[in-house]
């Protein structure tokens, strides 16, 4: 392999072409991790990548890039709710916490009303 | 407005070409809610949107272009996180109830506890 290839990142390496020096994608898909781009590409596509990489402030590049691929893998793994899947799940156990965490209260409030009666038995 | 572009969907209309009886889009982006294909076409492209709803039974299909158009608002509104940010806050939520229950459940042991040292106390 050529140097030239080996500063290749895995974006342009899958669409088979040059990799500048200020390719949008070369810090975040590097060419050790090709699934990485290889999945963002497959859900949303390398332009739409790159434009959304464009879009934001340097800085924040390298978490539009994980995002994208967390969504991308949420998308491969399930094809009809992607990480929307995810997001009902999670509020199906916000749910099943505000359930507990109600009962657990009301628990609570017996326990501390049968202490004060409890007491006052005592006393009388 | 001729009878056949009512019978457009919102994909076709904004793609500028003919909707036929089976278009792929039809049934999930009517002519009424274009923000809806406009929002999935600027994040995912109109040909990946197509492939993922020809992936799938057609039963499925519904539910392929809600969440696609969920993840793409959620991408619209938050460039940097799309749906992943309301996933984090998710995830933080459930730690806050895992901390509140956990402490409400040592709370009912020490109301428990004192119950117990108190009957001994008078029993004594």
Chains 1, 2 share one sequence.
């Not at 992607?82 to 009301?106: N, P, S």
Request: charged share 20%.
């Amino acid at each position: 392999m050529s140097s030239s290839s080996n500063r290749q990142c895995a974006a342009c390496k899958q669409l088979r072409r040059r990799c500048t020096s200020n390719c949008i994608f070369l810090p975040y898909f590097p060419p050790t991790d090709p699934q990485r781009f290889s999945f963002v590409h497959r859900i949303f596509g390398a332009s739409n990548v790159a434009k959304m990489l464009q879009k934001v402030e340097e800085h924040e590049r390298g978490d539009v890039a994980e995002s994208l691929y967390y969504e991308a893998h949420c998308r491969i793994q399930d094809p009809v709710y992607g990480c929307v899947g995810i997001i009902t799940l999670l509020h199906e156990q916000i749910y099943d916490f505000q359930c507990q965490l109600a009962k657990v209260e009301a628990e609570i409030q017996v326990v501390k009303a049968q202490q004060l009666g409890s007491k006052n038995a005592w006393v009388k």
